[in-house]
């Protein structure tokens, strides 16, 4: 996919405006506080009917307006023209259209556009708690595998009725039937991480030669306690693995095992990255994931993703700030947000639109 | 807002309480009764006492009765042997007015919810045993929502059951009638597919 143009008003801090892009490289430059990222959530929000912070959609409406309207053009990569269409009114109204229509459900949109964002504080894939690993590949599956998403709710929702179940009382005769149901979704979350992971773990190896030079070895694999060849055999150890820690459960009045505590172990060099890497390994293995994602989600979606790097060039020293650019600039059309302009060396890219921020302003610069 | 009458105001807010009623259809609602002759006021009045007085729930299957037992459980007519488990009365309604089912039913009165404090003792489990036993059920159809928790209470019923001499089946899931694929989500595909039948 890629976006044509865009137009908005009452957007956050944003004046109105309506811009036309370039298919590559987009490259938004302002002080802090201007609206970089809120324009950059603009673009997204279009695409997948929410904010990537996570605010509210009247949180999103500026101060001095009753609404917000977004309305863009996009092509995908079979050359099929889309309109989208977003709008919200703070007494509540929300409404999203393709093509005029008016949506049923939000996985319509949703699985429309793939989409990969890259802000500073993306180098916890590496450095953080499981949760941001975990997340990365939810997020890349959902895009990918069609029936992932909803199996992996009905996880969620088992999973706090029976964490439910166990913090009010130790079992109420019912316990069973939810562990049933548990370690049917969960098996099958399990399973479709571990297989997919292979072709993720590839891509990133691959950028991460790319992004640190040397011969260091990138490998990520899946942690769980619970192995199993297939389905059939997870299932008999995952519920193998809930009746062993029965009694710990019930003292800890929660669910101990199962896909929600998992791992994506990132190695460098045979070393988990996450203890001993060094600050600029951990950023270029941070960058690698994100650029396998990207290249995963073109392949299997046969239609390439959105690229948007945040403010992540602070973090980067010149030759990883270059390297990104070149891996992402010609592959993808990319929005990108710095500070300054001297971020970056203008003879990168061949041709790109360079925007000021300023004050809420954008405006088109060359 | 002011409508010139505490006791106008206290109807439309007291109407604004109902289920599918907002500000505006409440004071449509007032106003018409304002303007209707008083019998018929008084009639709506004695019809939503009496209602509440004399309409209960049916001893034997939980829905809705005036005398002891519901007019399906006093049917004769009724396919014996036959027992449809749904959650709550409302849902009877919809199954009679389809006109595709004609044993009897059981309102089970929820479904199993931790999360909500619904446990399979708050449920009609027990008196649902019972029921099987005493009236020689041979098939009880699970009539419960496709959501976690109703398919979850469907299989903590069938593990109760299998001590039982009862066929436990569930109403199929798939698709909507009159619907095309095109605009059908993946879950629902799915599920019709594995729900395929013979032809």
């Known amino acids: 996919?890629?976006?044509?143009?865009?137009?908005?008003?009452?957007?956050?801090?944003?004046?109105?405006?309506?811009?036309?892009?370039?298919?590559?490289?987009?490259?938004?430059?302002?002080?802090?506080?201007?609206?970089?990222?809120?324009?950059?959530?603009?673009?997204?929000?279009?695409?997948?009917?929410?904010?990537?912070?996570?605010?509210?959609?009247?949180?999103?409406?500026?101060?001095?307006?009753?609404?917000?309207?977004?309305?863009?053009?996009?092509?995908?990569?079979?050359?099929?023209?889309?309109?989208?269409?977003?709008?919200?009114?703070?007494?509540?109204?929300?409404?999203?259209?393709?093509?005029?229509?008016?949506?049923?459900?939000?996985?319509?949109?949703?699985?429309?556009?793939?989409?990969?964002?890259?802000?500073?504080?993306?180098?916890?894939?590496?450095?953080?708690?499981?949760?941001?690993?975990?997340?990365?590949?939810?997020?890349?599956?959902?895009?990918?595998?069609?029936?992932?998403?909803?199996?992996?709710?009905?996880?969620?929702?088992v999973l706090k009725q029976r964490n439910a179940l166990l913090r009010d009382r130790v079992d109420g005769g019912h316990l069973a039937v939810w562990t049933e149901k548990l370690v049917d979704c969960g098996a099958e979350i399990i399973l479709r991480r571990r297989e997919n992971l292979l072709p993720i773990n590839d891509h990133a190896a691959n950028f991460y030669q790319d992004m640190s030079g040397a011969e260091e070895l990138l490998k990520l694999s899946y942690t769980t306690k619970i192995p199993g060849r297939d389905k059939v055999e997870i299932k008999a150890e995952f519920a193998e693995k809930l009746k062993e820690l029965a009694i710990s459960e019930s003292l800890k009045k929660r669910t101990l095992a199962g896909p929600h505590r998992d791992d994506m172990l990132i190695d460098i060099k045979g070393r988990n990255a996450r203890k001993f890497a060094s600050q600029g390994q951990k950023r270029s293995a941070a960058i690698a994931l994100k650029l396998a994602q990207a290249e995963y989600l073109a392949q299997t979606r046969r239609d390439r993703p959105i690229v948007f790097l945040d403010d992540v060039f602070s973090e980067l020293d010149q030759s990883r700030r270059e390297k990104l650019c070149l891996l992402v600039g010609r592959k993808y059309q990319t929005f990108l947000a710095s500070p300054q302009l001297e971020d970056l060396r203008n003879d990168l890219f061949g041709d790109f639109r360079r925007f000021r921020v300023d004050c809420g302003c954008v405006t088109l610069e060359s | 807002?002011?409508?010139?009458?505490?006791?106008?105001?206290?109807?439309?807010?007291?109407?604004?309480?109902?289920?599918?009623?907002?500000?505006?259809?409440?004071?449509?609602?007032?106003?018409?009764?304002?303007?209707?002759?008083?019998?018929?006021?008084?009639?709506?009045?004695?019809?939503?006492?009496?209602?509440?007085?004399?309409?209960?729930?049916?001893?034997?299957?939980?829905?809705?009765?005036e005398g002891r037992l519901c007019f399906i459980c006093s049917d004769m007519r009724r396919r014996e042997g036959l027992l449809c488990v749904v959650e709550q009365p409302v849902e009877v309604l919809s199954l009679e007015r389809s006109g595709a089912y004609r044993g009897r039913y059981h309102v089970l009165g929820g479904v199993i919810s931790p999360l909500d404090g619904i446990h399979p003792e708050d449920?009609?489990?027990?008196?649902?045993?019972?029921?099987?036993?005493?009236?020689?059920?041979?098939?009880?159809?699970?009539?419960?929502?496709?959501?976690?928790?109703?398919?979850?209470?469907?299989?903590?019923l069938s593990e109760k059951l299998t001590e039982y001499d009862v066929r436990v089946t569930r109403l199929a899931r798939g698709l909507p009638a009159g619907s095309t694929l095109e605009y059908m989500d993946e879950a629902t595909l799915q599920r019709a597919f594995e729900g395929r039948v013979e032809l």
């Open chain 1, 1 to 157: 996919m890629r976006y044509l143009d865009l137009r908005s008003e009452g957007f956050r801090n944003l004046a109105p405006f309506s811009l036309e892009f370039h298919p590559e490289v987009n490259w938004l430059y302002g002080a802090n506080g201007q609206g970089k990222t809120n324009f950059l959530e603009s673009l997204l929000y279009l695409v997948s009917g929410r904010s990537f912070r996570l605010s509210r959609d009247e949180d999103l409406i500026n101060f001095d307006s009753d609404h917000f309207f977004i309305k863009g053009h996009l092509k995908d990569d079979g050359d099929e023209l889309l309109s989208f269409t977003a709008s919200c009114a703070r007494n509540g109204g929300k409404r999203l259209k393709i093509n005029e229509d008016e949506i049923g459900r939000l996985a319509e949109l949703v699985s429309l556009t793939g989409t990969v964002v890259f802000g500073p504080t993306d180098v916890a894939l590496v450095t953080g708690e499981p949760e941001n690993r975990r997340r990365f590949l939810d997020y890349t599956l959902s895009k990918t595998d069609p029936g992932y998403l909803s199996n992996l709710m009905t996880y969620k929702r």
């Open chain 2, 1 to 65: 807002m002011e409508y010139g009458s505490q006791l106008l105001e206290n109807l439309i807010k007291r109407l604004t309480r109902l289920p599918g009623i907002g500000e505006r259809g409440a004071q449509r609602i007032a106003l018409h009764l304002l303007h209707s002759p008083e019998e018929n006021c008084r009639e709506l009045a004695n019809a939503l006492l009496s209602v509440r007085e004399k309409v209960g729930f049916c001893p034997r299957c939980g829905f809705y009765t």
């Open chain 2, 123 to 156: 449920l009609t489990i027990s008196p649902l045993l019972e029921r099987i036993v005493a009236e020689e059920i041979s098939e009880l159809v699970l009539a419960l929502s496709a959501g976690v928790e109703g398919e979850t209470t469907a299989l903590y």
